[in-house]
C-alpha cells in the first residue's frame, strides 16, 4: 500500500475514534452513538430501582435528544455516501410512527438523513478550504401528518482538514540588494509563504524554508524565512547578480509535505571601493601658440570599476604650473579631464611645459580612509605659430587741445611682431570709428595727427581703433582701441543763461520800487575750466550814470538788477534796455554784451502785474479787454463785407463766362442790356454785315478790354458786285486766332446774314415748319456724353412746354 494511503486511512480511523468519543452522552450509563446533549433544558429526578430491593438511588433522567458536534473528513471520494453521524431520540421504540428532518447549510443537497434510521451522510465531496462547518437543525415529526413530536435542536458538522493544499509565495518572484562586500549573516531579504490548511489541525500548514539554489553565497532562516549573506567578499565587479531558489514544506519539513518555491534576484549594490586608474602614466600633446584662451588642448581619463557617483572623480593640477597658464576641469558626462588655456602661451619665451595631474574620487566610503585618487604626468609641447602683432599696450589714453592746429602730433601707438622673423609693422585707422575722419597716423611709426580742428563743447572724447599689420602677412591683423580726450580752452564767451525780461511797476509807492529787486540774472559759459567758473558783470560804459537802473554782485556768479527811482510811467517809457558785458576768468578771458528787458507795467494795489501794453491808456475808462477785442473783430468784419461787395460789384459790370462742365453749350458772352429785335439797330451795326464790301478800319472787339493796340487793318474788297462772306469770315477767324487779348475760350459770334442762294436754306429753327414736339433727340445720345446732356435737356424744355 502506497504511503500516502496508509496516512489517509490513519487519518480517518483517528477521526472515527474521536466521533465515538465524542458521541457518548456526559451523563448515560449506555453509549448511544450519534447522539449528544439535547437542546431542551427541562429534566427531573426520578427513583430507580438498582440491583438491591430497596435501595434509593439518585439518578439524571435522560433528556430526548443526546448528540454532540459531528465530524466529517474532506475530500473523500469513495464510491458510497460517507457516514457521518446518526441521530436517534428515546420516542423511537417499537413500531412508532415517526421520521427524522434535517433542515439547515446543505441539507438535501450535502447532506441527507435516513428519515427511519436518522443517518446522516456526507453526499458530495467536501472541501475545507471553502467551508469549515455547517449549521444544521434536527426534528423528529409524526411519519403520516408531519406534526412536529419534538423541538428541533440545532447540531454542527465539522469539516475536518487533510493536507491537500501545497504552500505558495504569493508576492515572488522577489528582487533585492545588498551592497557588495557586505558581511556575513547580513540580511538581503524576507520571504513568506502561506498555506490554505488548518494551521490548528495537525501539521498540514506548519512551514520550514530551505535553500534550493543559491549556496554558498546565501542562506535561509528555516523558520523566519530571512535570506542572509552566507559568503565573505562578494565582489560587485566579478559578479553583480545572484539567483536563489527557496523551497516551503509543509507538514513540519518532513516526509510526505507538499512544497512549494520561488526565486529570489539579489543584486550586489556598488560601494566605492576601487580607485580611479589612469589609463596611460605620460600624456603628450602639442597646441599652437595661437590657440585661443578657454580652448582644450588635450584630455585626460581616469578610469574606474566603480559605477554611478562613486566612479565619479575630479581632476587637479598639482605639479608644474606655477603660472597657472592651463586649468583642467571634469566633463560629467564623460568623466574625463579637459586641458585648457587659461593664459596665452609664447612659443619664443618656452616650448614646453610638464604637469603632473591627479585624479581624486568625489565620494569615498568612511571605513576606506579618505578619497581614492591616481596621479599621470602631462607633457605639452608648444608649437610656433605666425601671430599677429602685440600692441604694447591694449588701450591708449591721448589727450590734445581744442582748437589745435592740423597735423598735431596726438600721441604714438606701437606694435611688435612677437615671431621670431620680425617682420615690419604696419599701422591704419579703422575708418568705422573715425567716419569725420578727424585723425591720421604714420603707417610706419604709429604717430597720430590731427586732420581736423577739434571742439570740446562739441565732442569731448573720441575712441578710434588702431590695426597693425605685418608687412609680409597682412591677413594677421591685432586692433587697439585709442581713447582721445579733447582738453579745454577758454574759446567760448559767457552769456546769459536765459533770455531775461524783467517787469516793474509804474506809479509805485514810495519805497516799493525804488532799491527793489527787479529781475536776479545768471550767467552760463560752454567752457569747463579746472578751477570752475567765475563771472564778471558790468554796465556798458555809457549806462554807468543812467538815472533808471544799477546792478548788485551777489557773489554767487549772479547779479541783481535794481531800480534807482520808483516814478516809472508807460505814457513816457514803455520799456527800458539795460546792456551788461559778462567776463569769465579764462586765459585770455572772454566777454560777451547781453541785453536785458524791462517793461513798465500796471500793477494792483498788491503790485501784482496787470498790463505791460501802453494802448491801455488810450482807452475809456472801464472798458475792458474783452471789449477792445469785440470792437476790432466788428470792424474787422465790417471791411470785409465791404472788400466782398465792391468785388461783386466789378464781376457784375464784367461779362459774365459759363464755366459749367456739364453745360455742353459753347460758351456765350452775355450782356446786362437787352437787345430789341430787328428793329434795334443801336446794339451792332448790321449794315457791316450786309455790306461787307464797306468795311474799312480796325473795330475793336466788345468782349474784352485790348491791352495791346494794333494798327487798324486795310480793308480787303472784291468785286464792284460781288461779296465774299466766306472770305470774310475767314479773314474775322484768322484775326481771332492770332489776337493775344483773345480771351482762351471759343465764343459764338452772331451774323444777322446769313449768305446769299445758299443751298441749305435758313438755318434757323424760327421758320421751320414743324414743332418742338415732333423733334426727336434720341439720336444725340449716340454722339457721346456731352450730346446725351444736350438730348436731356431739349427732352426736358418739351415736356416743360406740355406741362
Not at 415517526?98 to 435516513?114: C, M, W
Not at 434536527?138 to 413530536?149: F, G
Not at 524791462?598 to 502785474?609: H, L, Q
Not at 428793329?679 to 464797306?694: K, S
Request: net charge negative; aromatic share 6%; hydrophobic share 35%.
Amino acid at each position: 500500500m502506497p504511503k500516502r494511503s496508509k496516512e489517509m486511512l490513519m487519518d480517518l480511523w483517528m477521526s472515527l475514534l474521536l466521533v465515538w468519543i465524542t458521541c457518548v452522552p456526559c451523563m448515560s450509563a449506555t453509549p448511544i452513538i450519534g447522539q449528544s446533549k439535547s437542546t431542551q433544558t427541562g429534566g427531573s429526578a426520578s427513583v430507580a430501582s438498582g440491583p438491591g430491593e430497596g435501595q434509593r438511588l439518585l439518578s439524571r433522567a435522560k433528556r430526548g435528544w443526546v448528540w454532540n458536534q459531528m465530524f466529517v473528513l474532506e475530500e473523500f471520494s469513495g464510491p458510497d455516501p460517507i457516514l457521518v453521524g446518526r441521530l436517534h431520540t428515546d420516542l423511537d421504540v417499537g413500531g412508532k410512527n415517526i421520521k427524522y428532518v434535517l433542515a439547515g447549510e446543505g441539507a438535501g443537497t450535502i447532506f441527507a438523513i435516513n428519515e427511519l434510521t436518522g443517518d446522516i451522510h456526507a453526499m458530495k465531496r467536501l472541501d475545507r478550504e471553502e467551508k469549515a462547518e455547517y449549521t444544521l437543525t434536527a426534528q423528529v415529526v409524526n411519519a403520516d401528518t408531519d406534526e412536529p413530536l419534538e423541538p428541533p435542536s440545532e447540531f454542527i458538522i465539522k469539516v475536518q482538514d487533510i493536507n491537500d493544499n501545497p504552500p505558495q509565495f504569493n508576492e515572488g518572484p522577489y528582487r533585492a540588494s545588498v551592497p557588495e562586500m557586505s558581511a556575513v549573516g547580513t540580511p538581503v531579504t524576507r520571504v513568506t509563504a502561506t498555506d490554505a490548511d488548518d494551521p490548528v489541525y495537525g501539521n498540514s500548514a506548519k512551514l520550514v524554508y530551505s535553500i534550493l539554489e543559491g549556496q554558498p553565497y546565501f542562506s535561509v532562516d528555516p523558520n523566519s524565512a530571512t535570506i542572509k549573506i552566507a559568503l565573505h567578499g562578494m565582489d560587485r565587479e566579478m559578479r553583480e547578480e545572484y539567483l536563489v531558489v527557496i523551497q516551503a514544506k509543509d507538514m513540519g519539513g518532513h516526509m510526505g509535505g507538499l512544497s512549494g518555491t520561488t526565486t529570489v534576484t539579489v543584486t550586489l549594490t556598488d560601494i566605492n571601493d576601487n580607485p580611479p586608474k589612469f589609463s596611460k602614466s605620460l600624456y603628450e600633446f602639442v597646441i599652437p601658440e595661437d590657440l585661443p584662451i578657454g580652448k582644450m588642448g588635450g584630455k585626460v581619463k581616469a578610469n574606474d570599476r566603480d559605477i554611478g557617483e562613486n566612479a565619479k572623480s575630479t581632476y587637479n593640477i598639482i605639479e608644474g604650473d606655477d603660472q597657472g597658464m592651463f586649468e583642467i576641469v571634469t566633463d560629467m558626462q564623460t568623466q574625463e579631464g579637459i586641458l585648457r588655456l587659461k593664459k596665452p602661451v609664447d612659443y619664443e619665451s618656452k616650448r614646453a611645459f610638464t604637469l603632473k595631474v591627479e585624479a581624486t574620487n568625489i565620494r569615498s566610503e568612511p571605513s576606506s580612509g579618505g578619497p581614492f585618487k591616481d596621479t599621470a604626468t602631462v607633457k605639452i609641447v608648444i608649437e610656433d605659430s605666425d601671430e599677429p602683432p602685440v600692441f604694447v599696450k591694449p588701450v591708449y589714453l591721448l589727450e590734445v587741445n581744442e582748437n589745435a592746429p592740423i597735423n598735431t602730433v596726438i600721441g604714438t601707438v606701437n606694435a611688435r611682431d612677437p615671431d621670431s622673423t620680425g617682420s615690419l609693422v604696419r599701422y591704419f585707422i579703422d575708418r568705422h570709428t573715425d567716419l569725420e575722419r578727424q585723425f591720421n597716423i604714420n603707417v610706419d611709426d604709429g604717430k597720430i595727427t590731427l586732420a581736423k580742428p577739434l571742439d570740446r563743447e562739441t565732442d569731448m572724447w573720441h575712441n578710434i581703433t588702431v590695426t597693425a599689420t605685418e608687412v609680409r602677412n597682412h591677413s594677421q591683423i591685432s586692433r587697439a582701441i585709442v581713447a582721445i580726450r579733447v582738453m579745454d580752452i577758454n574759446d567760448n564767451a559767457p552769456e546769459f543763461a536765459t533770455e531775461y525780461e524783467a517787469f516793474l511797476c509804474e506809479n509805485g509807492k514810495p519805497g516799493q520800487v525804488r532799491k527793489e529787486v527787479i529781475q536776479t540774472v545768471s550767467a552760463v559759459d560752454k567752457d569747463d575750466p579746472i578751477q570752475g567758473h567765475y563771472f564778471d558783470y558790468r554796465l556798458v560804459p555809457e549806462m554807468l550814470n543812467n538815472p533808471n537802473f544799477t546792478i548788485k554782485n551777489n557773489q554767487d556768479n549772479s547779479i541783481s538788477v535794481l531800480a534807482k527811482h520808483d516814478t516809472f510811467r508807460r505814457q513816457k517809457q514803455e520799456m527800458y534796455f539795460l546792456p551788461i558785458i559778462v567776463t569769465d576768468n579764462g586765459n585770455p578771458p572772454m566777454s560777451s554784451t547781453n541785453t536785458l528787458t524791462i517793461r513798465v507795467c500796471g500793477c494792483s494795489k498788491d503790485g501784482i502785474v496787470q498790463s505791460c501794453n501802453v494802448e491801455a491808456y488810450v482807452l475809456p475808462i472801464g472798458l475792458s479787454m474783452g471789449a477792445l477785442i469785440a470792437i476790432l473783430a466788428c470792424i474787422i468784419l465790417l471791411l470785409v463785407i465791404v472788400v466782398l461787395f465792391v468785388t461783386l460789384r466789378r464781376h457784375k459790370n464784367e461779362p459774365l463766362i459759363i464755366k459749367d462742365d456739364e453745360d455742353v453749350r459753347e460758351n456765350i458772352i452775355r450782356y446786362d442790356d437787352e437787345g430789341g429785335g430787328e428793329e434795334d439797330t443801336e446794339a451792332f451795326d448790321i449794315a457791316t454785315l450786309q455790306n461787307p464790301d464797306g468795311i474799312n478800319g480796325y473795330l475793336p472787339r466788345k468782349d474784352i478790354k485790348p491791352d495791346l493796340q494794333f494798327m487798324p487793318r486795310a480793308g480787303q474788297h472784291s468785286g464792284p458786285n460781288g461779296v465774299d462772306v466766306d472770305e470774310f469770315i475767314n479773314i474775322r477767324l484768322h484775326e481771332a486766332d492770332n489776337d493775344p487779348t483773345a480771351p482762351p475760350y471759343d465764343s459764338i459770334q452772331i451774323y444777322g446774314y446769313e449768305g446769299r442762294g445758299s443751298i441749305a436754306g435758313s438755318l434757323s429753327s424760327l421758320e421751320t415748319a414743324s414743332s418742338d414736339s415732333d423733334q426727336n433727340y434720341d439720336y444725340l445720345r449716340e454722339w457721346g456724353p456731352r450730346f446725351r446732356r444736350l438730348g436731356e435737356l431739349y427732352s426736358v424744355g418739351e415736356s416743360d412746354c406740355e406741362t
